[in-house]
């Protein structure tokens, strides 16, 4: 049948065995935007939405959509039309779903997507709320499922909501998940790589963590750095200490290596998208991101738990967040540059007095 289907149809036909093979569009990665320093500042959530855009027109087979916060995911792509009836204003060559208040229902129907085949499923929402749908979104991952989820308002920074709202745990809970990839972008080209992890890893569930709040687009960053989970992000000769950070937190640690360098203090600065990437780079790689002999101090907007594998000392969230504008809560937790700062300096001291510094675990992950 399908033989003759092809023989009257054949560019159809072509279409249907590339997709039920997962073989992504010829090209499909040039259209994933580059983003400049010169750019303005966006939140990852708006960068992810220009990826969006750029990519669905030329992906036929990406569909998806959100749990009831299409506005504040942004999600819903130029061009696009609801998966409904016509008498719902939508028509059933639509590629966008109006999942509902539903978190786990939307990770159950991805699931079911990726399992008929042919079709590359996300679904958005809060990233606090993917813990509603962790019984469906875990079945993506111990399944061998391709599905992409799209979390935005990804920490304390998502301001006025407060602790209901405030992911703290939720990132060690995904890190810990197997055969699953967590990416926590810090600019545009970061969040290109995401969308570029999430959609060439057919086997598996990818959570892309995005911000509520504007970052900065950083000079040094590039998509194909992103791809290697963890990168130096800007250097210095001879550095005393590594600051390390995801997301929004890397424009963090990122002033504060401009204040140590104020104080005469030489620090690398590390962005690491995704640590389950970054496992899989060789040792050597990893090396030449976290060099032997050099403390290493990392900095989330959410529990320090895990951390242990790549830092010598922590700062992020010790308890759950609380309401008020983003900028207070950086503050009120200890998530500024001048307490990274200061933090470095005490470290470079005790490792000093110390006169050793201990391997972060990830080398003897390695045994």
């Known amino acids: ?76 792509w130029k061009g696009a039309s609801d998966f409904q009836h016509s008498t719902r204003g939508g028509d059933y060559a639509g590629r966008y779903f109006r999942f509902g208040v539903r978190e786990h229902g939307m990770a159950a129907v991805m699931n079911g997507l990726s399992a008929y085949g042919g079709l590359i499923p996300f679904g958005a929402t809060f990233l606090n709320f993917i813990s509603y749908a962790a019984g469906a979104s875990r079945l993506t991952a111990v399944s061998e499922l391709q599905g992409i989820y799209i979390m935005t308002h990804d920490s304390i920074g998502l301001g006025e909501d407060g602790p209901t709202h405030q992911p703290i745990e939720t990132l060690a809970m995904l890190r810990a998940t197997p055969n699953t990839y967590l990416v926590r972008p810090a600019d545009g080209n970061e969040t290109s790589a995401a969308y570029h992890i999430g959609l060439t890893h057919r086997h598996a569930a990818t959570v892309i963590s995005l911000s509520r709040q504007n970052i900065t687009m950083f000079a040094n960053s590039s998509i194909e750095k992103a791809l290697h989970g963890a990168y130096v992000l800007e250097d210095a000769s001879n550095p005393q200490v590594i600051l390390c950070a995801t997301g929004t937190e890397v424009s963090i640690i990122h002033e504060a290596a401009k204040l140590l360098q104020s104080h005469g203090v030489a620090a690398r600065v590390v962005s ?41 000392a922590s700062v992020g969230m010790k308890t759950f967040g609380a309401s008020g504008p983003y900028q207070a ?22 490792y000093k007095s110390s006169n050793t510094v201990p391997a972060p675990l990830m080398r003897l992950s390695q045994i």
């Open 1 to 76: 049948m399908f033989s003759n289907y092809a023989a009257k149809h054949p560019e159809k036909a072509s279409e249907f065995k590339r997709r039920f093979e997962g073989r992504l569009p010829e090209g499909w990665e040039k259209h994933l935007p580059v983003f400049k320093s010169t750019d303005p500042s966006i939140a990852t959530r708006k960068a992810s939405s220009d990826v969006l855009n750029a990519l669905a027109p030329h992906i036929p087979e990406l569909v998806g959509g959100s749990a009831d916060l299409t506005p504040s995911n942004l999600t819903f």
């Open 272 to 312: 690491m998208p995704c640590m389950e990437i970054f496992e899989e780079q060789s040792l050597q790689y990893k090396e030449s991101v976290f060099p032997a002999g050099i403390p290493v101090i990392s900095c989330e907007a959410h529990s320090t738990f895990g951390w242990q594998a790549y830092a010598h």
């Open 329 to 350: 809560l950086y503050t009120k937790f200890g998530l500024t540059s001048e307490n990274i700062a200061n933090k470095a300096k005490a470290l470079i001291d005790f």
